[in-house]
């Protein structure tokens, strides 16, 4: 070997030339191209359309199903004459006729927990420039959660030693419970509803508070310090933020006259000057505080980011449920989601006018797409704000609530009292 | 009136282990906590969870040997603990590194910095709840290892910093990537701002916590970001300059009350500073002055036998005023070897502050003085 080429050969350092490499713009993936339009990316222009496909066949499928609640009534005095015929007593019919219409209640939370948890991680990765869930199910992870949900099912249930075994065991009980039964006077579409209560919006608040217990069992049977405090926080903020979250839906009883959900959203039906929707947040001043602090309020009730100081990950490790794993972790999960869903449900139904179309001429769609749609899209502002916000201080939280929003809700309701009376 | 309520609500006081294993303890800290329901009492930080004798495992290693342990101090900002180790037994043996090399030690640990202060600004984010800075920042941060791993061949742990020089030149195309990343940055900390910085929650929660006065952040020898934020403007950089920095054009951004915003700004400002001083650094070194190829000092011997004596050399690394004291009795290993490390002086200040917080600011404070446990613990 010559001078000459043992110099060629080692003047340089071997790593040195094999990680160039990586100046290929290719074999690795620098973010630099978001200098440029995101619409000059075929990538976006792909995922708009595939986007606007999904909306356009929404609308196609609920437009070819049409009304749902109407045919409900036929269908049941279909089966009470088959029963009549043949001889089976009517009480049975109508005992089934529950059971099932329970069955389809409950499946609500459920499914929408699948679907929710699913839609949260995939918005989250987009708004974190990543993909999010990518092999489980056919398309970008579509059964990913029913694969958590399976795992959570197989997973061992570790019960700490020095837990109160009982409590500990009853605590995700207490919490599921009322947040599945809360559903019942909810009108998911013109006569689609299970209970039509005429105190529904009282029943809706008053059984969703009972899940505070749950949360508060579950901090301080688990034996645990960081448990316990985040047992104590939720039982602090949940029960303050019960108060602003029912003074500020006062305005819109007192404008609609009755508690009963599926009236209050069916009073709003009709346009203002033909276009603009009478919905309730559309009320001077008194429909958009309502619904701020009604929005607020709930993100709280939910123990969602801003609010999530009872679970508050980097304080207290999980909070109330850090000593729980598998299936009852799974009922805690599924809890906070039916209630991210009952609130936006409720929102829709209070301030958005349930199933009536935004615009006149868009009532060819059925009125529970268009309440599936508000609800959705509610979904997503809890979503949004989870991914953008820090997270409060515990004491922080309760100046905002009895400092602000409670005096704010009580003002609100003489302001709705000045309104109906410039209204009359 | 306040204080009789106060009395007669009095609870029971609870103790409780925040750490080792806890999520935002960034390693293996332990705290121990005495709480009155959310407000501390009492709060006593326990290190050495990560001991690994490395100050004791420098003397059975030559010099050559002995650089990789300085990798393993603060793993997050690897290459200016190369930097302080070689600077040490280079004023040690006498040796004088060539001018590119210098710059070449400049343009790295700035950019070493940049990715340290961004694992801050997304740990610190998810402390406070916000989990998307997180990602954000090591968006950024994979383009920084990415220009390493160009450059030497690591990602995490470098060794890029030899005794008498540095381990390889600048590869083809590599100045074009890093313009290409810095152009791509400096819009990204705008981004930062806004998402973070301003947010009146994320600002509720961090400005009023943690004060440290000015003198107080002296007397608990605190330095770097940490005690910038508290007013001094003391920077190694620019009280002792090593390497070029006394060719480069940086301003020191310094804070007024020493809350756990100004530390966090502190750094974020400390990034576009960084960013300028690598532009600077890259037109240095594209100059004919500066021949590629000359990295290396001449004459530096494979087993390296300085002279006996001792030798201290600091510098201003991402975490604060790194420094190695080097003592030799002219064997090829180091007969004593300490680290003044950064992170170990700066945890000690949480005993007093921490006390009369709420646990939630115990993150706050914790996080925002960017500990590293490899450094504490050493």
Known sequence: MTEETIKTKFSEPIFNRSHGRLLMPETRYWPTRMWKSPWRLPTYRRGAAVMAGILSGGAAAAWLLGEAGPRVAPLYSLAERYALQQGVPLFLVATVWT??????????????????????????????????????????????????????????????????????????????????????????????????????????????????????????????????????????????????????????????????????????????????????????????????????????ETNRIPFDIPEAESELVAGFNTEYSGMKFALFFLSEFAYVLLSCLLMAAFFFGGGQPPLPFLGFLPSWAWFLAKTLTLIFCFLWFRWTFPRFRVDRLMNFNWKFLLPVSLLNIAAAGVLIWLLS | MTREIFTALKTDQMFINFGPQH????????????????????????????????EKLFEARNYSQALILTDRLDYVSAMPNNLAYCLAVERLA??????????????????????????????????????????????????????????????????????????????AGWTEKCREFITFFKPRLKDYDTLLSFNPIFRDRTETVGLISGARALSWGLSGPNLRASGPGYDVRKAEPYCVYDKLSFTVPTGKTGSCWDRYY?????????????????????????????????????????????????????????????????????????????????????????????IADVVAVLGSFDIVLGEVDR
């Open chain 1, 99 to 300: 059971l099932i219409k329970a069955a389809v209640l409950l499946a609500v939370p459920l499914v929408n927990a699948l679907f929710a948890v699913w839609w949260e991680r995939k918005i989250s990765a987009h708004m974190q420039s990543r993909m999010g869930p990518m092999y489980v199910g056919w398309w970008h992870g579509a059964l990913q959660t029913v694969a958590d949900g399976i795992k959570l099912f197989i997973k061992e249930d570790i019960v700490p030693e020095c837990a109160d075994k009982f409590v500990h065991l009853l605590a995700p009980v207490v919490v599921i419970i009322p947040a599945i039964v809360a559903f019942a006077p909810i009108p998911f579409g013109r006569e689609l509803v299970y209970a039509d209560l005429d105190i529904g919006t009282v029943y809706v608040f008053a059984v969703s508070g009972v899940s505070v217990m749950g949360i508060i069992m579950a901090g301080w049977s688990s034996g645990n310090k960081f448990s316990l405090l985040g047992g104590l926080r939720s039982a602090a903020q949940l029960v303050s933020y019960e108060l602003p979250r029912t003074f500020s839906v006062i305005p819109v009883i007192m404008l609609a006259g009755t508690l009963n959900l599926s009236a209050i959203a069916g009073l709003q039906a009709g346009y203002w000057g033909g276009l603009l929707p009478r919905w309730f947040i559309f009320y001077p001043v008194v429909g958009q505080v309502a619904f701020a602090v009604f929005l607020i309020a709930s993100v709280a």
């Open chain 2, 94 to 171: 006498g040796i004088q590194p060539p001018l590119r090399a210098q710059y070449l030690r400049a343009l790295v640990s700035e950019l070493t910095r940049i990715a340290s202060h961004l694992v801050f600004f997304g740990t610190f984010g998810v402390d406070m709840g916000a989990f998307t800075p997180f990602l954000y920042a090591f968006r950024e941060r994979e383009m920084v290892l990415d220009l390493f791993e160009m450059l030497c061949g690591g990602r995490l742990l470098y060794s890029y910093v030899r005794v008498g020089g540095v381990s390889a030149d600048l590869p």
């Open chain 2, 266 to 358: 502190c750094r974020m400002l400390e990034m576009g500073q960084s960013a300028e001083i690598v532009l600077q650094c890259l037109d240095a070194l594209a100059k004919p002055e500066l021949p590629p190829g000359e990295i290396m000092a001449k004459g530096v011997p494979k087993m390296l036998r300085p002279p006996a004596g001792a030798a201290y050399a600091h510098i201003e690394a991402s975490r604060g005023d790194l420094g190695f004291y080097a003592v030799s009795d002219a064997s090829p290993a180091p007969y004593r070897m300490h680290v003044r490390g950064p992170s170990f002086l700066n945890v000690a200040i949480l005993q007093e502050i921490l006390t009369g917080c709420k």
């Open chain 2, 23 to 54: 999520p935002s303890t960034h390693g293996v800290l332990r705290i121990a906590l005495t709480v009155e329901g959310e407000v501390i009492i009492k709060a006593v930080p326990d290190v050495g969870f990560l001991h690994r004798g490395i």
